[in-house]
């Protein structure tokens, strides 16, 4: 019931494509729902995240889809570019539980975005 | 910008040793953590510390686990007798305040540990 499930692993995307990757979860305490970019070498950087009062959130070209019934969530990339190359990682944590930094993430997603 | 910093970047230890990670966690940031990641898979989370305690561990983080401050700078994880299993990237992170109130968390680049 911990886990948060990713898929797809791996995503290759045209230069202007849009790029979505998927999420669900099963914990209904889940409350934060944050999506961190990683590129090779270095830590997990937050890009954006949403908490459960909205359905939508958008930040530039990024935006998080939610869908609390379903108890999924997606990250959106449009007009992705070749920088946009690196491994996303969504996550969950119950913030209203009192956990602090207990974020619990994916498998991550691979995506390319070729030129 | 500032940053999160570990070292080493990398650390070579045989099976039984005793390894320390050190992260420098962003300076005005009062809460601290370690997670880990194994090679190819889900980042994980060890544990959580402030105003000088764990606030919150993981199941991976058992007795052969230690976290500790000990001055106002640095932020270190102890492992007594390494597994080949402890294998990973370790990554340090802090934050402002806890995760309410949209304090994100800042992660370091890591620390591979390599167990032979």
């Known amino acids: 019931q911990q886990q948060v499930k990713q898929s797809p692993q791996s995503l290759i995307v045209q230069k202007g494509g849009i790029s979505i990757i998927n999420c669900a979860y099963e914990?209904?305490?889940?409350?934060?729902f944050p999506w961190y970019q990683q590129f090779p070498g270095k830590g997990p950087a937050l890009l954006i995240a949403i908490r459960p009062d909205v359905s939508e959130k958008k930040e530039g070209r990024f935006t998080i889809s939610f869908n609390k019934s379903a108890k999924q969530f997606s990250l959106h990339i449009m007009d992705s570019q070749p920088g946009d190359s690196a491994t996303y990682f969504c996550a969950a944590s119950d913030l209203y539980g009192g956990s602090q930094g207990n974020l619990i993430f994916g498998k991550g997603t691979k995506l390319s975005v070729k030129p | 910008e500032p940053e999160v910093t570990q070292t080493p970047s990398h650390q070579v230890t045989q099976m039984g040793q005793e390894v320390i990670l050190r992260c420098v966690p962003i300076s005005n940031h009062l809460y601290f953590y370690w997670y880990r990641q194994i090679l190819g898979q889900k980042v994980e989370f060890l544990v959580s510390f402030y105003n000088n305690e764990i606030s919150e561990k993981s199941e991976i983080f058992d007795d052969q686990f230690s976290v500790e401050r000990p001055d106002g700078s640095n932020f270190t994880l102890k492992i007594r007798s390494t597994k080949l299993e402890d294998s990973a990237m370790y990554f340090c992170?802090?934050?402002?305040?806890?995760?309410?109130?949209?304090?994100?968390?800042?992660f370091g680049n890591g620390t591979r540990l390599t167990v032979t």
């Open positions: 914990n209904t305490a889940f409350d934060y």
């Open positions: 992170a802090s934050s402002e305040r806890g995760q309410e109130g949209n304090s994100p968390l800042h």
